[in-house]
């Protein structure tokens, strides 16, 4: 719902004395909440033990309903996540407020967010986003993630890191404390990280800075501005289909060595994904009377990178739309122009200013709020295909900007070629009554969000034409309440609606053209309703001063889901196109239980999901115009169950834990004919913290080993498909197996050594 919780409210940080802190619940896994809803945190002293550089994903791995996974061990690459069965694309993410997804497919990079020594806690919340979260995707819940404000005094930090991959890390902050006699204050951080690829060749590297700013004055009024800019260069890890990974299980990867007389399109240097990141946020607060607050969080969000690619081409005879003619590329091997290896990646620039306006009114028992989201972005999306050096088979340039293939029209030639606008309009409004001397809560809210897309696609003889609109319209509403039984036990019930509006990618056909398929490879389906959820909760909470523990039960239904499907054109040719498909719903049981310390300075921690989700509808097949018996099937990408431990021991100078990840086997398909097996990971983490020595702070050594038996598994099902082997379908009629679903492979065994001094 909203409340002091929601993500555009600044919340007051508690400074913490060193040596009280390992006396906290769970070891950081675990605070004292009070929202109306299912919301799990993990803070600082939790992620301070961690492995260096690790990225949000992974720092929230241990909570109830999250399953992640990393493709590198330093998370460099990337990763995948996924909640009560639903994907990062369904779950919204906020970094001080504003939002981190992007725009056009909703996805997530969590290596471009945050350094995580600035970070000062992560709210996972599990059923849905509060009112004011600036997310038009988030039907699965929403990640919000708050950075440190600087500190009071003149200070800073060092941290350095070495680990396995030739993995290394240096990480530096300083603190400049109150400037003069004024109330500012800041901080800048740098951070450069890069580590050898543990699959096949290259390497990914990372150049990371931070600043925040923050003004305070007067009775809650505070000014605060933060800037993020990221640049970084990782080496593409492939996925895999369940055959591939069964023949050739992690040794699977791109090519290591370029052969100028008999060149490949699979070469490591064309498969790189470069990328370069701005964020800016102003998160504000002023007190206009000693009732009424205004909330200002405006942002600004710049992103520029791709993915690679490559492909063989011929310049003798190009399809360009319904045409067909030549092409010419720059200097190229003469000999070989029908089988022309060029660089083709998939460029996204992305311009992104918004704000969120929020007034609060509380009188006495009520407390209501009114508020205003607005965004107007911009994103050019491209796919040129350009010269490759075949010298040494690297592309010209990253961002495919060297020579260019040149039709015989004048035209570059590209597989995508569009400018998306999208432009915002929520309204919210939300009353929060205290009743029973506080003891009885009770919120309800309305949100309403307008969307509109205008899309301009510039390839020739599309279905659409160049100009594609679209335009989506959804009330929200909410209701929750919270009734505390005493100081320990307080019971918490909220039923919440969530939409996601179709990608931007189904607004354009796309990709290679076909005279027999008739159109793109990727066609436009620009009338598809919006992915829209309810979500029910009803939990307890046990709040002592010893133990606190935390379950609730959860019911969503899902109508319109949005996924991509693959129709048979007849003539041996096939097309993509996003579809609404169906309808889903799942039942299920989160908890966690945390401890302070019971025992020789050991906190314990443990989490548990089980989940119960079935498709309510029968799923098209691809290319077959053919209905799977898919209705009552467990949901792909959905692990049943779930448990995770952490032990913590701490005695002020020694510090340790051990962790443990459980996650049952996940359906890669509708009909549940093929599956990525359980699998159970293993953290260990040790340092030791020195007595200060002179200006030097707490020098701390550590030790972090991750995935300590080096389990070599599938961690996620990166796209599902009706079947995986040949069923017999809705009408009888047999439908042969479909190998279109790709796997990603988990993480290695890590370790990694870390020295850090604060000053």
Request: proline share 5%; net charge neutral; no cysteine.
């Amino acid at each position: 719902m909203m409340g002091a919780t929601a993500p555009t409210d600044q919340k007051s940080e508690n400074v913490e004395v060193r040596g009280k802190r390992r006396a906290n619940v769970a070891a950081g896994l675990m605070i004292k909440e009070d929202a109306p809803k299912s919301r799990s945190t993990v803070t600082s002293e939790y992620i301070e033990k961690q492995a260096a550089g690790l990225n949000p994903m992974q720092l929230i791995e241990m909570l109830p309903g999250v399953n992640t996974t990393s493709t590198d061990p330093m998370g460099l690459s990337g990763g995948h996540m996924s909640m009560r069965g639903l994907t990062e694309s369904q779950i919204g993410f906020t970094l001080e407020g504003f939002p981190i997804n992007d725009i056009g497919n909703y996805a997530v990079y969590p290596q471009e967010i945050v350094d995580p020594e600035n970070l000062r806690s992560i709210n996972v919340e599990q059923g849905s986003a509060d009112l004011d979260s600036p997310h038009i995707s988030a039907t699965g819940g929403a990640v919000d993630m708050y950075l440190l404000d600087p500190k009071e005094k003149l200070g800073g930090k060092i941290v350095g890191s070495y680990g396995n991959y030739n993995a290394r890390r240096v990480f530096g902050r300083l603190d400049t404390g109150y400037i003069g006699n004024t109330n500012v204050k800041g901080f800048i951080s740098f951070s450069d990280a890069a580590e050898n690829s543990w699959r096949g060749p290259g390497g990914q590297n990372k150049l990371h800075g931070e600043t925040k700013w923050v003004s305070a004055w007067g009775k809650g009024n505070k000014i605060s501005f933060s800037l993020i800019g990221n640049q970084a260069t990782s080496q593409l890890f492939p996925t895999e289909y369940m055959d591939t990974w069964k023949e050739y299980g992690s040794k699977y990867a791109y090519s290591a060595t370029w052969n100028p007389k008999s060149p490949s399109a699979n070469y490591y240097e064309l498969h790189r994904n470069p990328f370069t990141n701005i964020y800016a946020s102003a998160p504000s607060t002023f007190t206009l009377t000693d009732h009424l607050t205004l909330t200002e969080t405006p942002y600004f969000w710049y992103g520029d990178g791709n993915g690679g690619g490559a492909y063989s081409e011929s310049l003798t005879s190009q399809q360009w739309g319904a045409q067909t003619m030549t092409a010419s590329i720059g200097d190229h091997n003469a000999t070989n122009t029908k089988s022309l290896v060029v660089y083709n990646p998939s460029n996204t620039q992305t311009y992104r200013p918004g704000a969120v306006t929020k007034l609060t009114l509380t009188t006495g028992i009520n407390r209501a709020s009114v508020g205003y989201w607005f965004e107007y972005s911009k994103q050019i999306q491209t796919g040129p295909y350009s010269l490759v050096n075949y010298s040494t088979g690297k592309p010209y340039d990253l961002y495919g900007g060297g020579p260019n293939m040149i039709l015989a029209n004048g035209d570059t030639a590209q597989y995508r070629d569009s400018l998306t606008q999208t432009r915002i309009h929520t309204m919210f409004i939300a009353d929060s009554l205290s009743l029973l001397n506080g003891r009885l809560n009770i919120e309800g809210g309305l949100k309403y969000s307008v969307v509109n897309r205008e899309g301009h696609n510039f390839l020739p003889d599309t279905s659409t034409g160049p100009y594609i609109n679209g335009s989506w319209q959804e009330p929200l509403p909410a209701v929750a309440f919270r009734y505390k039984i005493n100081d320990e036990n307080q019971l918490f019930a909220s039923s919440t609606t969530n939409f996601r509006i179709p990608m931007n990618t189904s607004l354009y056909d796309s990709g290679a053209y076909s005279v027999a398929r008739g159109g793109y490879a990727t066609q436009a389906n620009p009338d598809q309703k919006p992915e829209f959820s309810i979500s029910d909760e009803f939990g307890w909470r046990y709040q002592g001063s010893t133990v606190m523990s935390s379950i609730s039960y959860f019911h969503y239904n899902f109508t319109n889901r949005l996924y991509t499907q693959t129709v048979n054109a007849g003539n041996g040719q096939s097309y993509s196109r996003s579809i609404n498909g169906g309808n889903s719903h799942a039942d299920g049981v989160d908890f966690e239980i945390g401890t302070r310390p019971i025992f020789y300075h050991i906190r314990p921690y443990f989490s548990a999901e089980y989940i119960d989700s079935r498709s309510d509808s029968n799923v098209a097949a691809a290319g077959t115009g053919q209905y799977v018996l898919s209705k009552g099937k467990f949901t792909p990408q959905t692990p049943p169950y779930m448990f995770g431990l952490n032990l913590d021991y701490d005695d002020g100078h020694l510090f340790g834990s051990y962790s443990l990840k459980y996650v049952a086997r996940q359906y890669s398909t509708f009909v549940n004919d093929q599956h990525i097996p359980s699998y159970i990971t293993m953290n260990i983490n040790l340092g030791y913290r020195f007595k200060d020595w002179g200006p030097m702070k707490a020098p701390t050594l550590k030790l972090n080993l991750r995935n300590i038996t080096d389990r070599r598994y599938l961690g996620y099902v990166n796209g599902t498909s009706a079947n995986a082997f040949a069923t017999t379908g809705l009408y009888g009629a047999k439908i042969a197996g479909s190998n279109s679903t790709t796997f990603s492979v988990a993480a290695p065994f890590m370790v990694m050594g870390s020295a850090s001094v604060d000053f």
